[in-house]
């Protein structure tokens, strides 16, 4: 069974730029979640779908970040305008249903300069 | 509100037994996950504990008390790939949906 795909790997970019990170979950995974992890802590959720619907967006700094699952398989996180502040680790992770357990992407790795 | 306490590091020697703990205040728990994370790589799956009491799997075993709101992670036979973070996470139910909060993670380090 494929695991949850990421990409890119790695970013490099200025501030007030812009990216965007592309997640495709397991097969069969209804629930998907991106996270942000800051170096040194855990993972904090910023969203989480199931199907194509939003669960939880409680955390997502709005005014900046973006996120869809418009097909509820694969999914984009986008930061626009990027802060030096989001230099941080994106995780994506999928599970069968919410509340099971969670399957990690290898994360994209954001370095905004 | 949400809190989930654990060491930031710990040290052990190889071959040694090291338990690492995890306390927790929820309004709505609903199970608690461990999770390894090699620096670089992303989470993986560990234990899984919904009911108090021990859980083991192979060298790692789990174990959980919900009045006490404690769970802790025992790693026997340490070897040296097991150097890594071990997050702990608590499944939280209190938004009418389940919800996993992680800890800032403890950080160990096995020597030989």
């Known amino acids: 069974e494929a695991g949850v795909a990421q990409s890119p790997r790695y970013k490099i970019i200025e501030k007030r730029q812009s990216v965007a990170f592309w997640c495709n979950p397991i097969s069969g995974h209804a629930t998907l979640y991106w996270y942000q992890q800051i170096l040194g802590q855990g993972p904090k959720l910023l969203i989480q779908f199931q199907n194509n619907g939003v669960v939880d967006d409680s955390q997502l700094p709005k005014d900046r970040f973006s996120a869809e699952r418009l097909k509820g398989v694969d999914s984009t996180l986008k930061i626009q305008p990027a802060k030096l502040e989001d230099s941080a680790v994106y995780l994506c992770a999928s599970s069968r249903g919410t509340g099971e357990t969670q399957y990690f992407g290898p994360g994209t790795r954001l370095l905004v300069l | 509100g949400q809190n989930i306490d654990q060491p930031t590091e710990m040290t052990a020697t190889e071959g040694a037994i090291v338990q690492i703990n995890c306390t927790y205040q929820t309004s709505g728990f609903n199970g608690l996950f461990w999770y390894q994370q090699h620096a670089g790589e992303a989470p993986t799956f560990l234990s899984y504990n919904v009911l108090d009491g021990l859980e083991e799997k192979g060298r790692f075993s789990s174990f959980l008390s919900r009045s006490k709101g404690y769970s802790y992670l025992l790693l026997k036979e340490l070897q040296m790939k097991d150097s890594a973070s071990y997050l702990c996470?608590?499944?939280?139910?209190?938004?009418?949906?389940?919800?996993?909060?992680f800890g800032a993670g403890t950080r160990l380090a096995v020597h030989p």
């Open positions: 996470a608590v499944r939280d139910i209190s938004g009418g949906y389940n919800k996993l909060i």
